[in-house]
């Protein structure tokens, strides 16, 4: 047997389908706000680019080179370098390196900060003399290149 509706609970049915079908039209064809995928576009602010690669020859040595650098200076970082818009280590998923190739990508604001407040900071000094032994012992090898934003394309973050 079939239920009655009445005609105020189909008249609210159908004016919620037209509501909801209107915004998320109006959502879809934003191309600005994607919030609703848990994306944020955001303007490219032209900042300075570090890119680095560590090989290392041993895992514990990469393994406590990372600890460290999680622990001590990413924390710092967070905390004390808000020109520092993103500090991000990753392992290489390049099968001949054997997962001992890191990369770190760094961005600041301009290049100056990086070298006058990043590069002095204590978390800083602390942490590099350790990758430096690694690198004089041919345990690690290091290289890096930068580059200045364009502000072409754009950069997204999730919520």
């Known amino acids: 047997m079939a239920k009655h509706i009445s005609e105020s609970t189909l008249f609210a049915y159908v004016l919620f389908g037209f509501v909801a079908g209107y915004q ?3 959502l879809v064809s934003s191309s600005s706000s994607w919030w609703w ?3 944020k576009e955001r303007k490219a602010e032209k900042a300075w680019v570090l890119t680095v690669t560590l090989t290392f020859q041993f ?3 990469r393994d406590a080179i990372l600890a460290d650098w999680s ?3 990413v924390p710092h970082c967070r905390q004390h370098e808000p020109f520092l818009y993103h500090y991000e280590a990753g392992i290489s ?3 001949k390196n054997n997962n ?3 990369i770190i990508l760094e961005r600041y604001a301009n290049k100056d900060l990086y070298l006058k407040v990043h590069k002095t900071s204590d978390a800083f000094l602390k942490f590099r003399p350790k990758l430096q032994a690694l690198q004089e012992n041919g345990k690690v090898k290091i290289e890096g290149f ?3 934003e364009g502000g072409y394309g754009f950069t997204t973050s999730s919520t």
């Open 37 to 39: 995928l848990g994306v």
């Open 100 to 102: 001992l190739q890191v």
């Open 71 to 73: 622990q001590n200076v």
């Open 24 to 26: 998320i039209r109006r």
């Open 59 to 61: 895992m514990e040595d």
């Open 146 to 148: 930068s580059y200045q």
């Open 93 to 95: 998923d390049d099968d």
